[in-house]
């Protein structure tokens, strides 16, 4: 079983580069999730989407867009890459909203 | 709104020795609780979960907590680790909408 699957788990970019991050999940899931995961700081909510076609921010959704047009998958773009986005970020997907949460292995991305 | 403190930030400990790893929560209404392990590299895997019901809670590879609603509290413990055990350690509270509030993580380090 696949579960949540990331792609790509590395990347860097330069300031200034755009690039989308995909999350795909096998589990007939209604709820995604993005967050991102920096030393100290636990993970941090990006955006989420409760269902197909929809999305809403988390704590920390400024530099990020998101889409869900397919129920298996939730997108995750950066427009104009920073420093500052140099993060782990990790998908969820869980059945309901009290559910416990099933992660991804996670995408390393580096901003230079 | 809701946050999470996790109370130590690293717990180093002998292998066979007992450990608690401590978790306090502030919420004004009803919340879900989780305890979530990170091995490195690797996305976060559900240890085990609060959702009402008895306040002792048994997990996976012989975790357990306890939810202890007057102190707000949902301290992990074990009776006797393993090297493999050496992880991070989340502590987690979400409401009914789902959206999961960490703590910053405890590094939890068995040594021989």
């Known amino acids: 079983n696949a579960g949540v699957t990331q792609t790509p788990k590395f990347r860097v970019l330069k300031t200034g580069q755009s690039m989308t991050l995909l999350c795909a999940q096998d589990m007939n899931h209604e709820y995604m999730y993005w967050y991102r995961q920096d030393p100290g700081m636990g993970l941090r909510l990006i955006h989420y989407?409760?269902?197909?076609?929809?999305?809403a921010k988390g704590e920390v959704p400024d530099g990020y867009n998101v889409s869900r047009l397919k129920k298996q998958n939730f997108l995750l773009g950066l427009e104009s890459a920073a420093p500052s986005q140099t993060s782990v970020y990790f998908c969820?997907?869980?059945?309901?909203?009290?559910?416990?949460?099933?992660f991804g292995d996670g995408t390393r991305l580096s901003i230079l | 709104a809701q946050s999470v403190t996790q109370l130590d930030s690293q717990v180093p400990v002998f292998e066979e020795a007992p450990v608690e790893l401590r978790c306090n929560y502030s919420s004004s209404v009803s919340v879900y609780l989780f305890w979530y392990v990170q091995y490195p590299n690797q996305g976060l895997q559900l240890l085990l979960k609060y959702l009402s019901g008895s306040t002792l809670v048994k997990g996976i590879n012989g975790f357990e907590a306890e939810f202890n609603k007057s102190q707000t509290s949902f301290h992990l413990r074990k009776p006797s680790v393993h090297i493999s055990d050496t992880a991070e350690y989340f502590c987690?509270?979400?409401?009914?909408?789902?959206?999961?509030?960490f703590g910053q993580g405890t590094e939890l380090s068995v040594k021989p």
């Open positions: 969820a997907s869980s059945y309901l909203s009290n559910q416990p949460q099933h």
């Open positions: 987690a509270v979400s409401n009914q909408g789902g959206k999961l509030i």
């Open positions: 989407s409760v269902g197909e076609g929809t999305t």
